[in-house]
């Protein structure tokens, strides 16, 4: 296959994708049309390269999940020796080498007492995985009324059935019927569009106001956990305000609330640490999901961390007759695995978290002097999650519909440029590869502001 594939010219795989590939996130308006996504031929380091030659230097690392760069050579390896040796093992009945080899490395780099490892296929099934969890919990402990799920407006947490319920961005959800009474939304930690004249420390106090009248208004019998991004991703790269993560977590523990943490994005490395909840935001959650990043993007993985204190509550005994009858062919995929020790070992063995713990204050830095461009509303970010929200009329203050077509603009000028933006609607975000360099964040900040 690999070799009829490089036998194809870019045309035809431009009309193979426009007669028979349906793509995510698509207009069927445009089917049968030739696809605006340009074709890539190559990756290396932080650089993509398309049908036409052109170099790009990638922005976003493909979805947030390009840590160690494209086309080294360890993974690569790794998954072709993983794959020669057994491609693949049910772990309904097996065990395998690398699945537990992983298990046990993310469970040392976990906070807490986080040392039980469920693998999923990726993001949104790492997520369902939990949720369903949580269910299962409950129910295990004779509190099957206890399942409401506190989630947060512009949150995005995957898009299955459930995690896209659970998303909050209003864009992904027309056309699905996914409303469920077992889900509660509750403000998005906004900075940019806090109420006027809140300072940090106000806003605080009154997102968390806002929970606690909500676990008041439903009652902490009906809740079963509070699912939350610890920087809103897709969302719009929202820094919660100081202390938030602590106190929706306090507030969590004392009404027996399961706290679960998507670390897709904030996971392996992105802010300069392994998992961002403890050691960034000082919190240790019952359930931490990742994915994107465990394998570097190289092959699809997720999967959750869950506490040794949860588990034990329902262990033993009170277990008996209950089984947590959720699993996929892929979980534990030996070759998946594989690609993820090689992964976590290049970022060990390369010093990536330290280094983005050096470079990521230049990358604020630099992407904070757009802040004077006229078109530019906002700059934000945390470690190597930046983004640059184009707000035109700034006496409005928020971002229009104009924005977004203006962001599009954007994007097409710095691809023709070599830069790849990406933009998620009014929003130029950028979270380059672990690896990046000074030299290419001035690169990057260059042609954005061009
Ligand atoms: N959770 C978060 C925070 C994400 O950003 C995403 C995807 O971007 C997901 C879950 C879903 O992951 P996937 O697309 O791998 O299913």
New binding site residues.
Partial sequence: AAEVIAGWNAPDQVAAAQAHLLSPFESMEKLGQTPDRPLLTRGEGVWLYDEAGRQLLDGPAG???TQVGYARPEIAEAIAAQAMTISYSSPWYFLNGPSAALAARIAAVTPGDLNHVFFT???????DSALRFMQFYNNVLGRAGKKTILARID??????HL?AAV?GRAGNRPNFDLEMETISFLSAPNMFTRPEGMDEAAFCDHLIAELEERIETLGADSIGCFIA?PV???GGILVPPQGYHQRTLEICRRHDILYIS?????GFGRLGHWFASEEVYGITPDII?F??GVTSGYV?L?GFAISDAVLARIAGEKSKQSFYSNGYTYSGQPVACAAGLASMDIIEGDGLLEHVRDIAPYFQAQLATLADLPLVGDVRGAGLLGCVEIVADRAKGVSTDLDAKLTLRIDRLCYDKGLIVRPIRSMCVMSPALVITREQIDLMVRILRE
Avoid: N, Q, R
Wanted: negative net charge.
């Fill in positions: 979805m947030w999940c296929t990726g993001g949104s099934s790492a997520v949150g995005y947490h995957g898009s299955s995690t998303s991004e809103l991703a897709s998507d670390e897709v994005v904030t999901t994915a994107k699809p997720g």
